[in-house]
């Protein structure tokens, strides 16, 4: 099974973007499915979106439609988060996580994590 590591998290202004990349070690990447969450502490963890196997599909979480962009590239192994006009409700840790099982897309149940990266954007 792979292991997921983010990374390019950081503190931003409001309106800017930054771009979130997750490597994976340690297996076959095309395999998994690949969602981005994130939490905020003493609140539930949410869902940002996720990409197939193959990056031909992808969903949104409603807060992020329009201005977030997963993509993945199978060859590197490694799957990003564009965030375009950041505001300070995207504050939160962010975490990849993957799944081999075609469930996960359906229930946002992935049985793989990486540790997170810190996102803050300042007003």
């Known amino acids: 099974q792979v292991l997921l590591e983010e990374s390019g998290g950081g503190l931003v202004q409001a309106g800017d973007s930054l771009r979130l990349s997750c490597a994976a070690s340690g297996g076959v990447f095309s395999r998994y499915i690949v969602g981005w969450f994130r939490q905020v502490p003493g609140k539930e963890r949410e869902f940002v979106g996720a990409i197939n196997w193959y990056g031909g599909n992808t969903n949104y979480g409603d807060s992020v439609n329009g201005r977030f962009t997963i993509s993945r590239d199978n060859a590197k192994n490694m799957a990003y988060l564009q965030m375009n006009n950041l505001k300070p409700e995207d504050t939160a840790v962010y975490y990849c996580?993957?799944?081999?099982?075609?469930?996960?897309?359906?229930?946002?149940?992935?049985?793989?994590w990486g540790q997170g990266t810190q996102v803050s954007v300042s007003s």
């Open positions: 996580a993957a799944d081999a099982s075609a469930s996960a897309w359906v229930t946002n149940e992935y049985a793989l």
